[in-house]
C-alpha cells in the first residue's frame, strides 16, 4: 500500500497534538489543550497560516472521540480533498515485549491495554487517541509508535535491576523513555555527521523531562530513564534518581503517604526544587540568584555523572548530542556539559556553541577528539517515517 498522507497524534490527558505529513514533509501541525473542561484547538499549516484558532463546544470537548472529529474538521478546512491514509500515535510505553512500532489490530489493542498499569498517566491516554482516530478515519490503518521500544537492545546488565528476578521476569525493568527523539538522533546522524553515526554516542535529550542515550552502532546500548521517567538525571520538576532510601525516610519521618512522595518527587523537584524559582532553564539563565546559578551547576553535574557512566559502559566516547528545548537552545548548559568532558579530549568551539540547533550545529573545534553537536529532533517525523514504514512493508 502506498501512503501519501500520515496524520501523526500524540494524546495526552487533556490534550492532543497532531502533525499532518505528506511524505516526509509536515505540512500541518496544532493542538487541542484543555480536553475535559474549556478546551481550545489551535491549528496552522507549515507556512504559518492559522486554519483553526477556536473553543471547543462542550460537546466537541467531552473525550477524545469527540475531539478527535474536530482535527477532522480541521483537516477538511486545510485541504478539503484531504485524505489520510494512515495514522501514527505516539503511544508511550510498550513493555518488553514491543521492540518496533505495530500495526494496532483489535487483538493489539487489547495487549496495548494490558500495558495501561506501566505507565497509568501516558497509556490510557494514548489508546484513547487511537480508539478516536478508528472512528474518525474508519478503515484507515493505525500504527503505535512506542517511547520505550528503542531501549530494547538493552543487555540484562542494563536493563535489570538488581532485585530479585521474579520482579524483572514480570516487568520491573529499565525501559527508558525519549525513544523516538534517539532514534531520529541515530538515524539523523547518517545524513550530517556520517564518520560518527556507526561509532560511539551519547545523545542528551533535555527538555522539561530529561534522559540520555548511549548508542552505539545505531542501536541503544543503554539509558538513564528506567522503570519510570522519574529515574537519571534532574529535570525540570523531577528528582531523577534518589536513594530509595530517602522514599522510606519521607513516609517514616515526615508522614508522606506514598502518592505524596511521588508528587513531591515528580512535580516539586528537579530545578523547581532546587532553586525555588522556576522550572524552566530561560528564567534560571536570567537570574541573577546566586541559588539559580548553584541549581544550574547542579544541573550540569548531574548530566556529567550520568555521561560517565554512560561512556564507560560503552568503552569509549566518539560524539555527543544535544537535543531536547534545553539541548538545542541553551549554550550555557552544553557549554557546562562540554567543558567537563576536556579530560576526554573534547574541545569546544565557544563561537559556534552560541548558535542554536535548528538542524544540526558541529559546536566542537576541528581538533577535539569527541565530536559535540546540538541536533533539533523531530519526534512527530520519526512517527511518520515509521508508520510509513509498517504500512507499506
Ligand atoms: P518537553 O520536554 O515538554 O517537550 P522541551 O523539549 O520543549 O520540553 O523543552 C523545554 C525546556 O527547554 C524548558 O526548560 C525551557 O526553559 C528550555 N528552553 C527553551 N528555549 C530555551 C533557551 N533559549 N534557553 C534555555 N532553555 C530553553
Same mark, same amino acid.
Given at each position: 500500500m502506498t501512503i501519501e498522507t500520515i496524520l501523526v497524534l500524540n494524546a495526552g490527558s487533556s490534550s492532543i497534538k497532531f502533525q499532518l505529513f505528506k511524505g516526509e514533509e509536515s505540512v500541518l501541525s496544532g493542538q487541542i489543550d484543555g480536553l475535559g473542561a474549556s478546551a481550545w484547538i489551535k491549528g496552522k499549516s507549515a507556512?504559518? +497560516?492559522?486554519?483553526m484558532d477556536r473553543a471547543l463546544s462542550d460537546e466537541e470537548a467531552k473525550n477524545h472521540n469527540t475531539a478527535l472529529q474536530v482535527i477532522l474538521a480541521l483537516l477538511k478546512e486545510f485541504? $478539503?480533498?484531504?485524505?489520510?491514509d494512515a495514522i501514527g500515535h505516539r503511544v508511550v510505553h510498550g513493555s518488553a515485549k514491543y521492540s518496533a512500532p505495530v500495526l494496532v489490530t483489535d487483538e493489539v489493542f487489547a495487549e496495548l491495554e494490558t500495558f495501561n498499569d506501566l505507565a497509568p498517566l501516558h497509556n490510557p491516554h494514548n489508546l484513547a487517541g487511537i480508539q478516536g482516530a478508528k472512528e474518525a478515519f474508519p478503515g484507515k490503518p493505525n500504527v503505535a509508535c512506542f517511547?520505550? +521500544?528503542?531501549?530494547?537492545?538493552?543487555?540484562f546488565k542494563n536493563e535489570a535491576y538488581a532485585i530479585p528476578l521474579k520482579y524483572y521476569e514480570e516487568g520491573v525493568r529499565r525501559y527508558g523513555m525519549h525513544g523516538q527523539s534517539f532514534h531520529y538522533i541515530a538515524e539523523e546522524l547518517h545524513n550530517v555527521a556520517p564518520e560518527v553515526a556507526n561509532g560511539k554516542v551519547v545523545v542528551a535529550h533535555l527538555g522539561n523531562g530529561a534522559s540520555m542515550c548511549a548508542i552505539e552502532n545505531g542501536k541503544c546500548v543503554t539509558t538513564t530513564m528506567g522503570f519510570t521517567p522519574l529515574d537519571g538525571l534532574a529535570m525540570g520538576t523531577r528528582s531523577g534518581t534518589i536513594d530509595a532510601g530517602v522514599v522510606f525516610y519521607m513516609m517514616d519521618h515526615y508522614g508522606m503517604s506514598a502518592k505524596e512522595v511521588a508528587n513531591l518527587l515528580n512535580k516539586e523537584s528537579g530545578m523547581k526544587g532546587l532553586s525555588g524559582i522556576s522550572q524552566d532553564m530561560r528564567d534560571l539563565e536570567n537570574s541573577d540568584s546566586p541559588v539559580a546559578a548553584r541549581a544550574l551547576e547542579y544541573y550540569e553535574n548531574r548530566i556529567l555523572r550520568e555521561m560517565g557512566g554512560l561512556i564507560a559502559v560503552m568503552g569509549g566516547l566518539d560524539a555527543v548530542v544535544f537535543t531536547g528545548g534545553i539541548g538545542e537552545n541553551s549554550s550555557q548548559t552544553r557549554a557546562g556539559v562540554c567543558k567537563g568532558l576536556e579530560f576526554l579530549g573534547a574541545e569546544l568551539d565557544e563561537e559556534a556553541n552560541k548558535g542554536r540547533a535548528k538542524d544540526a550545529l558541529v559546536i566542537s573545534k576541528? $581538533? $577535539?577528539?569527541v565530536k559535540l553537536m546540538a541536533i533539533a529532533t523531530d519526534e512527530e517525523g520519526m512517527i511518520a517515517r515509521q508508520t510509513r514504514a509498517i504500512c507499506e512493508a
Open positions: 507556512e504559518g +497560516a492559522v486554519i485541504d $478539503s480533498e484531504l485524505e489520510v517511547d520505550t +521500544a528503542f531501549h530494547r537492545t538493552q543487555e576541528p $581538533s $577535539s577528539k
